[in-house]
């Protein structure tokens, strides 16, 4: 049986393989050796890489808690002084109020008037 090859030259000869490639690829123990410690090295600093994003990561969440807490203090400390401002202690303390006075004559209505009814 017979063969058609074709090459990439002009000529077509039956039967006859021409090679492109080597058929021999041999790779020796030292660009094996230095392959291999090329890999390692690359996968170590991919390793590295992804190691310190998350670490990153892990301090900047540390920082965020840290400073949430520090924004809930300084919260509370505002809701104690609000909450002093309104007291009842401090109304009486005002001037306003100091200003005003008491009634001597409290009078209460108790019939039903037609104000009342409507």
Do not use: P, W
Not at 17 to 36: A, D, E, H, P, Q
Not at 68 to 85: F, G, N, T, V, W
Not at 102 to 116: P, Q
Request: hydrophobic share 45%.
């Amino acid at each position: 049986m017979s063969q058609l090859i074709l090459t990439r030259g002009n000529s077509v000869r039956r039967g006859v393989r021409r090679s492109t490639l080597s058929k021999n690829v041999y790779i020796g123990t030292f660009s094996l050796m230095v392959l291999l410690i090329l890999f390692v090295c690359l996968m170590s600093i991919l390793f590295l890489v992804h190691y310190n994003n998350m670490a990153t990561k892990g301090y900047v969440l540390k920082r965020l808690e840290v400073e949430r807490q520090a924004l809930l203090a300084e919260q509370e400390i505002k809701d104690m002084h609000l909450a002093e401002i309104t007291s009842l202690e401090a109304l009486k303390n005002r001037d306003k109020v100091a200003a005003m006075y008491n009634v001597n004559d409290k009078m209460f209505i108790m019939e039903e008037t037609g104000i009342a009814i409507k």
